[in-house]
């Protein structure tokens, strides 16, 4: 999970991100509303929530925001309760009012839950193949048994399981990962995590593939029996058909 901080006070800003990494919510710092117009520029949409601190304001950029952001989720950051400025901060397009100091996980929990209800999930978990995938943070299961991945599997996971069925560009993937900021290459790194990812599902569901590259497109995550694999072999590019039962 990506989010915003919009903070222009460092201490808070610093203390607020160590909060969110604490609980692996990794966070783009920004400290003003023009570096804010920058990301907008590129795409909003690849980030789990936009979390708008101590400035000047605040509802008024709300406002703006919600005409850009589409669905991303729009969190105010309080230093005291204060109920008018919830009530105006929700009028204002606000999905949340959060008072300082707030528990991560919590933070963590509140944008999870919206998210799933962007997707149309009542439930936090859903069975994709022998894979139990889940929209509360936890790592996959097959049978009960953890398929346990590093961050940035995680979040790679997460992102494809958010768009099962759905091709997404390997920018988006990377973006939804490292953020707009980032401009360092990602073709070789997203790369080498999706074979990663496709060797851990398919060690833990006997040999289950869940992830196929489209050629020119991406990347889509969906059911065993509608993915191909797609590698090089000694004579050249070979499918990689799911295998069939002995029954079938």
């Given at each position: 999970?990506?989010?915003?901080l919009l903070e222009p006070n460092t201490v808070i800003a610093e203390a607020v991100a160590a909060r969110c990494k604490s609980s692996q919510v990794d966070v783009d710092v920004l400290s003003s509303t023009e570096e804010l117009d920058v990301v907008q520029g590129k795409d909003l949409g690849h980030y789990s929530a936009i979390?708008?601190?101590?400035?000047?304001?605040p509802c008024a950029l709300i406002e703006n925001l919600r005409e850009g952001c589409g669905e991303t989720p729009i969190i105010l950051l309080s230093d005291v309760k204060n109920p008018q400025l919830a009530i105006q901060a929700f009028s204002a397009g606000?999905?949340?009012f959060v008072v300082k100091p707030f528990n991560a996980s919590e933070l963590k929990a509140r944008i999870l839950?919206?998210?799933?209800?962007?997707?149309?999930?009542?439930?936090?978990?859903?069975?994709?193949?022998k894979l139990t995938?889940?929209?509360?943070?936890r790592d996959p299961e097959v049978s009960?048994?953890?398929?346990?991945?590093?961050?940035?599997?995680?979040?790679?996971f997460s992102y494809l399981a958010q768009n099962v069925g759905r091709v997404v560009?390997?920018?988006?993937v990377y973006a939804a990962v490292y953020g707009s900021m980032d401009c360092e290459p990602f073709d070789k790194v997203i790369d080498v995590y999706i074979c990663k990812l496709r060797k851990k599902l398919a060690d833990a569901t006997g040999?289950?593939?869940?992830?196929?590259?489209?050629?020119?497109r991406g990347y889509k995550m969906d059911r065993p029996e509608n993915t191909v694999v797609q590698r090089l072999g000694g004579g050249g590019r070979k499918a990689l058909a799911p295998k069939k039962s002995a029954a079938a």
């Open positions: 999970m990506r989010i915003i979390l708008i601190g101590s400035i000047d304001e606000a999905d949340d839950a919206r998210s799933r209800r962007l997707l149309g999930k009542a439930s936090t978990a859903f069975k994709l193949g995938i889940f929209y509360d943070g009960g048994s953890r398929i346990k991945l590093s961050h940035r599997e995680h979040a790679i560009s390997k920018e988006s040999g289950q593939q869940f992830i196929e590259t489209v050629y020119c």
